[in-house]
């Protein structure tokens, strides 16, 4: 007994070993300034450039965010902006998530066997990876242009002239411009996923396939049953990230459409494309620094929410 | 292993040595900039020649080069944390922010009033904030009409007379367009700074004096806008640069698809370099005649310096009409001082142009942030372009939000 | 089987044609690129031919004149708008052309034609005064004008100016070649691939089909991910205010036509008037310093990110503590806030510690990166426990089972986060623009000493993508080095078990 309780100790003992130089780090450099930021949300501008002299406006920041009032028109909401970033963000992550989990799982299928020259295309398209976001943007940017685009210019051959990449192009219509810079960030990063799931891949052994072929099963049975299940920490990581990148996102759309085409919905003018990270950010650069804070606290207690409720179900469903 | 190998030489290469450049004695002034290359040689020029001067023996300046990209964030965390500079050169738009932030010093104590008649009226009064004067105007450009000449003969106009009005300027501009061949008359920017010129042309203010009261909903703002608006909706003659994703006026003239351009001096040499026949005209004039926006830099004191006076004396060198005819003469730029534009010879006529349209350039609208005007007004001068909202009902939404989101900071 | 044997033939031929169209055009822009990197080298400015010399010009105009008297004579009351008529331009344009361009061409070093381009010659009449342009063509090709402008002053027309413009150059000559070359490689592969096919049994011929539809979609795949390299690399040729040029007939076709090197030259500071410089701390102001800095910043980030993160990954993964998965959600909740919110207080403690400025503050609070701990900890999840058990029982220690098993498993992984973090760090800008002590030139990073050549309002494309391409040297270098363990590190995987 007295053994075991002396070998759990010890246990424990390397773990915080192995686990100390990150967490001293952490709590040096990251904690201080996460619970600073915290703080910060109760406060309103500064009013000069010393840390010191804030104005305490209690919770009416996150109220500024979440809080409705009311007009001659009716209710309003305090800030139609914010609830619509949400909704562009859930868009983004809807499309981007999936799709790029598809690419990358894809591609690393295809590049998985014994294909000639499959270091080639693996480094191939892991290489744009490497690629500055802003230069990418750029880059996409000048692509999707209308009249001037290569796009542009391709559809004339098959579409004629007269059609909407050649007119208004992806990025100038509230409706395309979304997917379209989605597209552009799945192509740039398809290959990061690739590589991860490639790693993955070639820990399973084939012996697990062979048995399975013995039993008779089927290649989409195989794959259903036996890849997804042992892929699925890295497609949650691509999952959760996935989240996060949507959630934060910023230089794309900077670089792209600077919140987008304009939309009109509710008497508001909004940003087809101003997703949460892009509406933060323009908070940030404007001076408002308390209400940033509150927006990111909001967003992060929001993804708590959801991700509670998810594992409710899950578990509800094995049940 | 090799990599420790390869460790170490970085280790070595990258060792810096102190520097060390305390002149013998004197006080330094920190005077943070954000030049160029051949700005930054001429401004070490004009530094020493002021310490020459036998009344600056006891003063250095050194003068610490940003990038203009990111000066704000850097001068912004340097002063939280109290280490800022003595004095340095920032873009327009950031003296307010500076102000209201209680860290530039109120020039009036030095007695700035004596002098300041002798600056053009728009650039300075970007640094007038809350009825102090808290910097100096320090470089200044304003738009002015690019047209392509080749384009203008083929249309079969005098390419030696750009349109002098806005009435002129859509009759030309219909002339100008063909839209088949996607040629247009015009290509234009939606944001706030872009339109300026519009409503300066109309006499239309956007914030009132003292900085509590929107004005976009005023009578001469809202047709300001509808004409800048009409120009696409209406008359066509606008391509829709504009738009996210569009090609650009600069881009568009660059390829000799937009007949007229709204740009500043700094195109001038890279549409030379371009070898399209162009010339500079003055912004059409509205119901109040030509103006145009400003733009540039200002050099601001800081409070947290302690030799204010001698900041001010080399910044009143430093503004005053010889050195900026020397610095204008050898940058091509438009000098700050009036009494310096007899001074200056210019053999680029389109330089010439610029010097007259800056006379008339009214100041820009003073807010803390001016980043979060354009957030707010942007959108709704782009619904207007769309068709999605009235001109009016767009600059009232934009007050709202300007009186909310932007006045109260 | 007989059956199937048109669709196979109809399909192969297929992507033949498709082979063919991929393989002539990526052949023949890699060329291209390839002709454009030797050119910019060697590229001479175009070299104006002499302005007529005086006599000659005063002989000219005196042709010029007389005709032009001739006509204004012979139809009295003679406007501008008669001399802008076609007719006109067709009589003078015969003067014009035998007079002056036959006699003259020599001078010129040129073989012009007689021809006068009539669309674009023209007559013009301005509040500045009356001009007459001839735009004559170059005779091979019809690329290239040479503009002559007279103006009208008083009675008299002066030869005012003579204009060359779009020369046949380096490029254009060369434009030929390349396409012959990129012709020829195709007919090659195309060859070769009808010999494999036929070499092939019967039986397995669908499979060459697919394997081939496989790789022509891999092929293009390929092409549009890399396509933003080769866009910025070819802009990085480009001068300064042609970046946006359009090629109106073939969009892709993006090399410019007169390639040049001044560019690099700028980012590398090797211009004329920076080697005069004197000051001896300017002189090390350069782009070499810049880039050592970032390289020491950005290899000794990763390095211990990388360590940290997988040693705190092991403990997540694969070891006990109390409270471990609470920890591990908590760590994950605090990814969810951008960095933009910590920037400030992070300074302020940094400054706080004395720190401000040096090369070690640039990464130092970013050394912890929960980001890299999630990554590795999810792909140690992947690694079967049995195989740590059996290394337990063998006797090795904590250390070991850590350094001899998980790190060579997971050798894949820990160099993409290698990889990333120095990338992250090499790019860095806004952090590293907050730190930086600028009292010190010296020790400026990489994107922080591409900025300040950033001026207000230049949008120079070409030289913020030549900036882009040296950037992008050390990372892709990196890369290739890396490419060798990962297909070894990824192998080893599957060999084990």
């Known amino acids: ?319 | 292993m090799a990599f420790a190998v390869f460790y170490g030489l970085l280790l070595i290469l990258s060792w810096n040595q102190v520097v060390s450049r305390t002149p013998d004695g004197r006080t330094v002034l920190a005077f943070w900039h954000t030049y160029g290359d051949e700005e930054t040689s001429i401004l070490k020029e004009i530094i020493t020649e002021w310490e020459k001067k036998p009344e600056n023996a006891g003063w250095a300046i050194r003068a610490i080069r940003l990038p203009f990209d990111g000066h704000k964030p850097k001068l912004r965390t340097a002063l939280t944390v109290g280490l800022g500079p003595d004095m340095a050169r920032v873009d327009w738009s950031f003296v307010a922010e500076l102000a209201r932030k209680n860290s530039t010093v109120d020039l009036s104590e030095f007695g700035f009033d004596k002098i300041k008649d002798q600056y053009v009226p728009g650039p300075l009064q970007t640094n007038f904030i809350d009825g102090k004067y808290q910097g100096f105007p320090e470089q200044t450009n304003c738009l002015a009409l690019y047209y392509n000449k080749t384009m203008f003969r083929k249309a079969g106009l005098d390419p030696d007379r750009p349109p002098k009005t806005w009435d002129e300027f859509i009759e030309m501009g219909k002339k100008l367009t063909n839209s088949d061949k996607g040629i247009f008359a015009f290509g234009m920017d939606n944001s706030v700074w872009f339109s300026l010129p519009f409503f300066n042309t109309f006499g239309a203010k956007l914030i009132s004096g003292d900085g509590t009261k929107c004005l976009l909903n005023s009578e001469e703002a809202v047709k300001a806008i509808q004409l800048k608006a009409d120009l696409f909706l209406t008359h066509k003659i606008e391509a829709g640069a504009w738009r996210a994703g569009g090609t650009t006026p600069e881009q568009g003239f660059q390829n000799q698809l937009y007949a007229m351009i709204l740009s500043g001096p700094w195109n001038l040499p890279k549409f030379i370099n371009s070898k399209i026949d162009f010339g500079i005209g003055l912004i059409p004039a509205g119901p109040k005649g030509t103006s145009s926006n400003v733009g540039g830099n200002n050099a601001v004191i800081f409070k947290s310096s302690k030799y204010p006076k001698a900041c001010y004396d080399f910044l009143v060198y430093f503004t005053s009409p010889e050195v900026q005819a020397r610095w204008c003469q050898k940058l091509s730029q438009i000098p700050v001082n009036m009494k310096a534009y007899d001074l200056v010879k210019f053999e680029d006529k389109n330089l010439n142009v610029f010097l007259e349209q800056m006379k008339t350039t009214v100041g820009n609208p003073v807010v803390t942030s001016f980043e979060m005007l354009e957030n707010v007004v942007n959108p709704e001068l782009e619904a207007i372009l769309t068709g999605q909202k009235t001109a009016s009902e767009a600059m009232r939404d934009a007050c709202l939000k300007v009186e909310t989101k932007v006045l109260t900071q | 089987m007989k059956n199937m044997s048109p669709i196979r033939i109809v399909g192969f031929v297929a992507l033949l044609a498709v082979l063919m169209t991929i393989s002539v055009g990526i052949f023949g822009q890699l060329l291209k690129f390839g002709t454009m990197v030797v050119v910019s080298f060697t590229h001479q400015p175009v070299v104006n031919p002499k302005f007529p010399p005086a006599s000659d010009l005063k002989a000219f105009q005196q042709i010029i004149n007389k005709f032009f008297e001739a006509y204004n004579s012979s139809d009295p009351g003679n406007t501008i708008e008669h001399l802008s008529s076609s007719s006109t331009l067709e009589k003078t344009k015969e003067a014009f052309a035998s007079g002056f361009v036959k006699r003259y061409q020599n001078d010129f070093g040129l073989s012009l034609s007689g021809t006068v381009n009539k669309e674009e010659s023209f007559v013009q009449d301005s509040s500045l005064g009356a001009k007459i342009v001839y735009r004559t063509i170059f005779d091979k090709e019809k690329k290239g004008n040479a503009d002559f402008e007279f103006v009208r002053e008083g009675e008299v027309w002066k030869l005012k100016t003579v204009d060359f413009t779009r020369l046949r150059t380096t490029m254009d000559k060369s434009g030929k070649f390349v396409q012959g070359a990129a012709f020829s490689i195709s007919y090659l592969i195309i060859v070769v691939v009808i010999l494999k096919w036929l070499k092939t049994p019967v039986a397995r011929r669908y499979d060459f089909l697919k394997m081939l539809f496989l790789y022509e979609a891999l092929v293009i795949g390929v092409v549009v991910v890399m396509f933003p390299f080769f866009w910025m690399f070819s802009t990085a040729f480009k001068a300064s205010g042609t970046e946006l040029i359009f090629n109106e007939k073939n969009p892709f076709d993006i090399v410019p036509n007169e390639p040049t090197i001044n560019n690099f030259k700028r980012v590398l500071k090797m211009d004329p008037e920076q080697e005069a410089q004197t000051d001896p701390i300017e002189k090390k102001n350069n782009f070499s310093t810049y880039f050592v800095n970032s390289l020491l910043v950005a290899t000794t980030a990763a390095f211990f990110v990388t360590l940290l993160s997988a040693m705190a990954a092991y403990v997540f993964s694969k070891k006990e503590l109390p409270y471990k998965n609470a920890l591990f959600g908590f760590l994950l909740a605090t990814m969810m806030i951008p960095g933009l919110m910590f920037m400030v207080p992070q300074f302020f403690m940094i400054c706080k510690m004395g720190l401000c400025g040096t090369k070690l503050a640039m990464f130092l609070p970013h050394l912890a990166s929960v980001f890299g701990v999630f990554m590795l900890k999810q792909f140690m999840d992947t690694i079967p426990s049995s195989l740590l058990e059996a290394a337990r029982i063998d006797g090795a220690s904590e250390w070991q089972v850590f350094s001899v098993v998980i790190i060579p498993l997971a050798m894949p992984i820990i160099l993409t986060l290698f990889l990333l973090t120095f990338l992250f760090h090499w790019s860095n800008f806004l952090w590293q623009l907050i730190v930086t002590d600028f009292a010190n030139p010296l020790s400026i990073t990489l994107p922080v000493g591409l900025a300040l050549f950033r001026g207000q309002y230049t949008s120079e494309i070409g030289q913020i993508m030549s900036a882009s391409c040296f950037s992008i040297v050390p990372i892709a270098v990196l890369f290739l080095i890396a490419q060798k363990y990962f297909i070894e590190g990824m192998t080893q995987g599957a060999v084990k078990e």
């Open chain 1, 1 to 319: 007994m007295i053994v075991s309780i002396l070998k759990m100790k010890k246990e424990n003992f390397s773990s915080l070993l192995f686990l100390l130089p990150f967490l001293l780090l952490f709590g040096i450099f990251l904690l201080f300034p996460i619970i600073y930021s915290f703080f910060l949300s109760f406060y309103g501008s500064p009013k000069d450039f010393s840390l010191s002299n804030l104005e305490w406006v209690g919770i009416s920041n996150y109220v500024q965010i979440l809080g409705i009032h009311q007009t001659p028109a009716g209710w309003k909401l305090n800030d139609p902006s914010f609830w619509w970033s949400l909704v562009v963000t859930l868009f983004y992550g809807g499309i981007s998530i999936p799709l790029g989990i598809a690419a990358s799982l894809g591609l690393a299928i295809l590049l998985n066997n014994k294909l000639a020259g499959k270091n080639f295309f693996r480094s191939a398209f892991f290489l744009p990876n490497v690629l500055d976001m802003l230069v990418v943007g750029v880059i996409w940017g000048l692509i999707y242009a209308p009249k001037y685009g290569a796009l542009a210019q391709i559809s004339t051959i098959f579409l004629g002239k007269d059609n909407f990449l050649n007119t208004t192009g992806l990025l100038g219509s509230g409706l395309t411009a979304l997917p379209a810079v989605v597209i552009a960030m799945i192509l740039k990063g398809a290959g990061f996923g690739m590589i991860l799931f490639l790693a993955a891949l070639q820990n399973i052994p084939e012996a697990i396939y062979e048995a399975a072929d013995i039993d008779g099963a089927g290649k989409w049975e195989q794959f259903r049953l036996i890849t997804i299940p042992l892929l699925k920490p890295i497609l949650i990581f691509m999952v959760i990230t996935g989240v996060i990148g949507s959630l934060n996102a910023f230089t794309e759309i900077y670089a792209m459409t600077s919140g987008g085409p304009q939309v009109v919905v509710g008497g508001e003018t909004l940003g087809s494309t101003s997703v949460s990270g892009y509406y933060l950010y323009k908070q940030f650069e404007g001076g408002k620094y308390g209400y940033a804070a509150a927006i990111s606290y909001v967003l992060l207690i929001l993804t708590l929410i959801v991700t509670f409720l998810q594992q409710k179900l899950f578990s509800a469903e094995h049940r």
